[in-house]
C-alpha cells in the first residue's frame, strides 16, 4: 500500500481551515489560494467540471511540493 505524501494532512488540514463547511472547490477558489492563473489552475489540479474536493486539492499540493 502507498505512503501517504508527508504534507498531505497539512495542506488539508489548512484548507478545512480556509474553507470551513465544504468538500469541493471552484476554480476561483483554487485560484486564490494558489495565485495561478486560470490555465494554470486547470492544467495542475485535476477538476470535474467547475469543481474539484479538497482530497484532491491536498493530494495535488503535496504532490507539487515534493517536485520542488
Request: charged share 25%; aromatic share 12%.
Amino acid at each position: 500500500m502507498p505512503r501517504e505524501l508527508e504534507t498531505y494532512r497539512p495542506q488539508l488540514q489548512r484548507l478545512d481551515e480556509l474553507f470551513p463547511g465544504t468538500e469541493l472547490l471552484s476554480i476561483s477558489d483554487v485560484m486564490k489560494l494558489t495565485g495561478k492563473c486560470y490555465n494554470t489552475t486547470k492544467r495542475y489540479f485535476p477538476f470535474k467540471g467547475q469543481y474539484v474536493s479538497k482530497v484532491n486539492v491536498a493530494h495535488r499540493l503535496a504532490e507539487l511540493w515534493r517536485m520542488t
